[in-house]
């Protein structure tokens, strides 16, 4: 009897454990909803000359205060990057080979917030050239 409890509670606790880490740190009822910025959606035309200069201007005027990261996820290599320019850190993943585009920028920004939550991160801006997940978020957002 005593081995068959000792058996039980050690299957729990292993439950307990895997449960542990699935489970966010972060109680949603206090989670804040991701703001969509698709301020450059459209405008490819008048700032194709100058993007770059249009892009750093706006980011600093509007997101000064946060830590910027860029997404990018690619098919045809099967992998995704996680690029952190003020702390000079880089994260390649790789993902199944069925993904198609979208998954694969889902899955780049999947892992950045999953990375932002393990590092306690405050006031994270993460860049995406994902159209197509950016409105999925963005609509989401506006479902709730």
Same mark, same amino acid.
């Not at 542990?20 to 909803?33: E, F, G, M, R």
């Not at 998954?103 to 999953?114: D, F, Q, R």
């Given at each position: 009897?005593?081995?068959n409890?000792?058996?039980?509670?050690?299957?729990?606790?292993?439950?307990?454990?895997?449960?542990?880490?699935?489970?966010?740190?972060?109680?949603?009822? /206090?989670?804040? =909803?991701?703001?969509? #910025?698709? &301020?450059? +959606?459209?405008?490819?035309?008048?700032?194709?000359?100058?993007?770059? $200069?249009?892009?750093?201007?706006?980011?600093?005027?509007?997101?000064?205060?946060?830590?910027?990261i860029?997404?990018?996820?690619?098919?045809?290599?099967?992998?995704?990057?996680?690029?952190?320019?003020?702390?000079?850190? /880089?994260?390649? =993943?790789?993902?199944? #080979?069925? &993904?198609? +585009?979208m998954?694969?920028?889902?899955?780049?920004?999947?892992?950045? $917030?999953?990375l932002?939550?393990?590092?306690?991160?405050?006031?994270?801006?993460?860049?995406?050239?994902?159209?197509?997940?950016?409105?999925?978020?963005?609509?989401?957002?506006?479902?709730?």
């Open positions: 009897m005593i081995q409890c000792s058996s039980i509670v050690g299957n729990l606790k292993g439950i307990f454990n895997t449960l542990q880490h699935n489970i966010s740190v972060i109680p949603p009822w /206090t989670a804040y =909803l991701p703001r969509v #910025d698709l &301020y450059f +959606v459209g405008r490819k035309a008048v700032l194709q000359a100058n993007i770059r $200069l249009y892009f750093n201007e706006y980011m600093a005027n509007h997101y000064s205060n946060s830590t910027t860029y997404t990018d996820g690619s098919v045809q290599e099967a992998v995704c990057a996680i690029r952190i320019p003020e702390l000079n850190y /880089t994260q390649s =993943l790789r993902f199944p #080979d069925d &993904y198609c +585009v998954s694969a920028e889902a899955y780049a920004i999947h892992s950045t $917030l999953k932002v939550e393990e590092r306690d991160c405050h006031s994270t801006l993460i860049c995406s050239d994902s159209l197509s997940c950016l409105e999925a978020i963005h609509t989401a957002n506006s479902n709730n």
